[in-house]
């Protein structure tokens, strides 16, 4: 089992930063993706951005430029730097592990959420 904590999350005005964090803990080994994804009200949850176990990453559309995923493979950590903030980015934002279990198999693993609120 892989547990994901993240934090970071708040309220900030239309043009601020924020920086979201998730600690991976457990059954660590073997992890070869971790990401951020969220899901506003009313909608369904949507990629965020992505981040290999070698580095190379995936962002959606709507946050390229703005927004940037990190890894710490030592310390299991992803972080989603988030800049030029926008009403629209307000969502529960949630954090994402892909673990390889067998030659052909992975799980996916998500943490608790955390709230990011962007409004004046």
């Known amino acids: 089992q892989v547990q994901l904590v993240e934090s970071g999350g708040g309220l900030v005005q239309p043009g601020e930063s924020l920086r979201l964090s998730c600690a991976a803990s457990g059954s660590i080994a073997s992890i070869i993706t971790m990401g951020w994804y969220r899901q506003a009200p009313g909608k369904q949850r949507e990629l965020v951005a992505t981040?290999?176990?070698?580095?190379?990453?995936n962002y959606a559309d709507s946050v390229k430029g703005r927004f940037t995923i990190s890894r710490d493979n030592a310390k299991a950590t992803v972080y989603l730097q988030m800049n030029s903030l926008e009403p629209e980015d307000t969502a529960v934002y949630y954090c994402?592990?892909?673990?390889?279990?067998?030659?052909?198999?992975?799980?996916?693993?998500w943490g608790q959420g955390t709230q990011v609120t962007v409004s004046s």
């Open positions: 994402y592990a892909k673990k390889r279990v067998s030659f052909s198999g992975t799980l996916d693993y």
């Open positions: 981040i290999s176990s070698s580095g190379s990453t």
